[in-house]
């Protein structure tokens, strides 16, 4: 059984993107860089910016952080996005989710410049990864996707069950599992006997956010399963997935935390570089 270990390939990652960037940064005068936008004081958003911002500075890119009040109004965050997407040194553009309640989150996701949205939310981006065009990736899956290559685990020919739907995780995935030639079947909460279901994928997502929901009765022997959750408990931190039934069954699978996680920050790394070169700067 082989421990999908998200921590360490990230790791691997960060200090190809470090040295790439020296040379980026010789070539085009500047480094990379980033914006990041928090509104409000939610705990967990604080601690996901702090994460990505740490990240930013190990590999060079330049991190510009725009903390704003919960009270702020659309128009103000609306002009502050605008006025980003003018900034000829900003590459990419990470709003943090979610919104304090009053603002509309999806206008401002939409008023990102596509160029620039390196969490892959643009409708255009979205668009472009339905289509199989270039553009960028939403973090999560483009992360979960690397991680698979990285240990040489192809889907080609597989059966895939991705289970839950987001906009940010389920449908990217599933469409990014078919374009590497996998067949896909998208579970979610209305799914009809989802064990049967989940019983015959050589892949598992899981993505549903409820602690420990996949058992080890669900998944067949030797299927690579791969755990998005993240649940907080009075256990501590566990997945979507039972890790410890789970492991002696199949014959992969990412741990909780260490797995997922580290590799949507390494992958908003990637794509702030990626925007740094299609914008002609390196």
């Known amino acids: 059984m082989t421990i999908l270990n998200g921590k360490e390939t990230a790791a691997q990652i960060r200090q190809e993107l470090k040295e790439e960037i020296l040379q980026l940064k010789n070539q085009a005068g500047r480094a990379p860089g980033l914006a990041v936008i928090l509104v409000g004081d939610d705990p967990a958003s604080q601690v996901y910016v702090r994460n990505k911002e740490k ?18 109004s659309q128009a103000d965050l609306e002009n502050k996005i605008r006025e980003l997407n003018d900034d000829q040194e900003i590459d990419g553009i990470l709003l943090q989710l979610p919104l304090p309640e009053g603002l509309d989150s999806q206008r401002c996701l939409e008023l990102i410049s596509p160029e620039k949205d390196v969490d892959g939310f643009h409708p255009v981006n979205v668009g472009k990864l339905t289509l199989g065009l270039d553009g960028f990736r939403s973090c999560t899956p483009a992360g979960i996707m690397t991680l698979l290559k990285r240990y040489d685990l192809s889907v080609q020919g597989k059966k895939a069950v991705v289970i839950g739907r987001s906009n940010i995780v389920g449908k990217p995935l599933a469409l990014m599992l078919l374009q590497e030639n996998a067949t896909v079947t998208i579970c979610h909460s209305r799914t009809k006997d989802l064990p049967a279901e989940v019983r015959q994928a050589d892949f598992v997502f899981a993505a549903v956010g409820r602690a420990k929901f996949v058992t080890a009765d669900m998944v067949k022997d030797g ?60």
């Open 223 to 282: 299927a690579v399963v791969v755990d998005v959750g993240i649940n907080r408990t009075e256990q501590g931190l566990v997945g979507d997935c039972d890790f410890d039934n789970l492991k002696d069954k199949v014959s992969a699978i990412t741990p909780v935390p260490g797995g997922v996680g580290p590799m949507t920050i390494a992958q908003l790394l990637v794509n702030t570089v990626q925007s740094f070169k299609n914008r002609g700067k390196g």
């Open 55 to 72: 990240a930013c500075a190990e590999v060079g890119i330049v991190s510009r952080g725009f903390r704003l009040p919960a009270d702020i």
